[in-house]
């Protein structure tokens, strides 16, 4: 019952309004994710409704938000041709769906935590730079390509920069008209409710917005025809219309469990499971690191959620589906506060395809890029990417790879490669710290502050070369419980080699458990028994 009290209050106070922004974000990306995938229009909003409702409920976190993922697209576009039937290509969907919740209940959620932070805030910085890279485009009325592409390499052989130049030549002054109206107001209702004005906080910024958007393209059909975006469904969107209850009924899509006997079916399921849980984790991780309230998510529970969402949206006709960092991000800056927020979301995108399609359709792509351009600048604010470079070149060089990676990569590869450059950091500092070295006039300490390895090999015996005549040196290796065979054979060498460079040398506890003490080694004697 206090649970229970505290989701109500929490949605009363906050999350309805979080999950009127999500959804107004969600449902141009839930139809563009579908017609990028050559799926039926009609799966998107099928595959955002269950995420919203279903992973909502029983995510393993707070304030992830779900759906159809801009990732996943080529996947889905090739799966769907291969195996030549979207129903064949629903069953994979159920089987990776299956996959997921045998990962989350192996407990594979814990892969998550090996991204190092300074990625995850790449991550989070580079896809709020995507979004307003992408949206601008949608902000100037040049919508030749979906909502929710994400990709630098663009499927009308144009890329994300390419694109940029030609929308900039072939705006529309109708569309830029309300972007600009939008965005101010959007910028001043913000500015209105963190001055704890009751009126601005109360009404979602985003709605306003909408509305405006609307009643500007009306205002333009009726006295400025030529700037109406209305006439061209490209500049609007799109929402599926149903007559009756039978034709909504009949557009839904159930697998065809015949195709379980194809090889293509299975490896499709796979491919699905791994990048859909990864992209799903990493999300996670994100969420986490922008949560207001610095709550740790549960990523196995997140993963059997992502796998029943799966399983069922594939059973219905949706598309796959991840948690997704743009729908999380809008939650966050929208107020949103509990899944409350997600489950809001969803039940909004099925009483919009029942109800009001046809004032959905009214809605113009330009207003929802002005929303999302504020959401693009929340994620890669400048004072964010400022307080990554004043943690020191270990963070900020990872940090910047990620970004420009996933800008002109994609987003998986980003994340690998700014992981990779992290680990690098990582070995190198850990290199520089296992030995230490204090020289005082010809008295030279050397010491392991750690276990000593083969890999330290290049720095031990730069050290030893950098000794110069008349040295007297003391290696300590008291703190060291492991010293590997190499380093051993080293010094050993090196110290049989020191007294005809006039160099001095006493070892303190050099022990290995085969040769013993180095002090009492003999590499000869040794050798002959």
Not at 23 to 32: E, K, Q, S, Y
Not at 255 to 280: G, N
Request: with cysteine.
């Amino acid at each position: 019952m206090e649970s229970l009290h505290y989701y109500k209050k929490a949605l009363f106070k906050s999350d309805w309004k979080a999950g009127l922004s999500v959804f107004l974000v969600a449902l141009p990306l839930c139809l563009g994710i579908a017609m990028a995938s050559g799926a039926p229009l009609f799966s998107g909003i099928i595959a955002g409704v269950i995420a919203g409702i279903i992973i909502g409920v029983l995510s393993g976190s707070e304030i992830s938000v779900s759906g159809p993922a801009a990732g996943l697209t080529v996947i889905v576009a090739t799966a769907i041709k291969d195996l030549g039937s979207y129903q064949g290509f629903l069953v994979a969907v159920v089987l990776a769906g299956f996959l997921q919740i045998i990962l989350g209940y192996i407990k594979a959620g814990k892969f998550s935590a090996y991204f190092p932070e300074s990625v995850i805030k790449g991550m989070l910085v580079a896809i709020g730079l995507v979004i307003i890279l992408k949206q601008i485009p949608h902000a100037l009325g040049d919508d030749q390509d979906y909502e929710g592409e994400f990709e630098f390499e663009q499927m009308d052989n144009q890329n994300t920069f390419t694109e940029l130049i030609r929308s900039f030549i072939d705006f529309n002054y109708g569309a830029v008209n309300i972007t600009i109206a939008c965005l101010i107001l959007l910028i001043l209702w913000d500015y209105a409710a963190k001055k704890k004005i009751t009126f601005f906080k109360a009404i979602p910024a985003s709605l306003v917005a909408v509305g405006l958007g609307i009643f500007i393209n009306e205002f333009y059909a009726i006295y400025k025809p030529a700037y109406y975006l209305g006439n061209s469904t490209k500049h609007m969107v799109t929402m599926p219309i149903f007559d009756n209850w039978n034709a909504f009924t009949g557009s839904l899509l159930f697998p065809d469990f015949s195709f379980l006997t194809k090889a293509a079916t299975y490896k499709t399921a796979i491919t699905l499971a791994i990048v859909a849980s990864l992209e799903s984790l990493l999300s996670l991780e994100a969420s986490d690191s922008i949560d207001p309230e610095r709550r740790i998510s549960s990523s196995d529970k997140e993963l059997v959620a992502q796998g029943i969402g799966n399983t069922i949206s594939g059973f219905f006709g949706g598309l796959p589906i991840t948690s997704v960092v743009v729908r999380t991000s809008a939650n966050v800056y929208a107020g949103g506060r509990t899944r409350m927020s997600a489950i809001v979301h969803g039940m909004l995108l099925v009483g919009s395809v029942i109800f009001i399609p046809q004032l959905m359709n009214r809605i113009p792509l330009a207003s929802l890029a002005a929303i999302l351009l504020m959401v693009g600048y929340k994620l890669a604010s400048p004072e964010k990417i400022k307080q990554v470079f004043n943690q020191g070149y270990d963070q900020y060089v990872p940090f910047t790879i990620t970004i420009l990676t996933i800008i002109f990569e994609d987003l998986l590869i980003g994340i690998f490669v700014g992981t990779f450059t992290g680990l690098l950091f990582v070995v190198f500092t850990n290199f520089r710290s296992v030995i230490s070295v204090i020289q005082e006039g010809n008295s030279v300490l050397i010491k392991f502050n750690k276990d000593v390895s083969f890999l330290n090999k290049p720095r031990m015996k730069q050290i030893l070369m950098g000794l110069k005549e008349g040295d007297e040196v003391y290696i300590d290796g008291s703190k060291a419980n492991f010293i590997d065979h190499d380093i051993f054979t080293l010094l050993y060498e090196f110290k049989k080699g020191a007294k005809a460079k006039h160099i001095s040398v006493e070892f303190y506890k050099i022990n290995r458990k085969i040769q013993g003490d180095i002090n009492q080694y003999n590499a000869e004697i040794n050798s002959a028994h």
